[in-house]
């Protein structure tokens, strides 16, 4: 189903989706989060994406905060203004 005036990027399961990590100090053998029985909502620990991008960037050493790149004449950064590392992820 088509939402009009809503874009979020895909047509099926736009608030959810999936991610597997192994090895590099993250956590073996854990599922984070939970969404409905439709698998479309998220019902218990919502990780955003500038959270899993502070938590992979952390995991490779890299300090998400001071991490940036310029472009048009202004420093960025991958996770903008936000992203926590999601300890419940680490080993």
């Known amino acids: 189903m088509q ?3 809503a874009n979020y ?4 399961h736009p608030r959810s989706y999936t991610m ?12 984070y989060g939970e969404t409905d029985d439709f ?13 899993m991008q502070a938590t992979i ?3 490779m050493g890299i300090d998400h905060e001071r ?3 310029r472009f048009q ?6 996770t903008d203004i936000h992203g926590h590392v999601v300890k419940d992820l680490l080993a």
């Open 73 to 78: 004449g202004r420093r960025y950064r991958l």
């Open 3 to 5: 939402v009009y005036g």
């Open 20 to 31: 597997w990590m192994a090895g590099g100090g993250a956590k073996g053998g854990t599922s």
């Open 9 to 12: 990027g895909r047509d099926h």
């Open 39 to 51: 698998s479309y909502n998220v019902v218990r620990d919502p990780v955003h994406v500038h959270d």
């Open 57 to 59: 960037m952390h995991l």
């Open 67 to 69: 991490m940036t790149y």
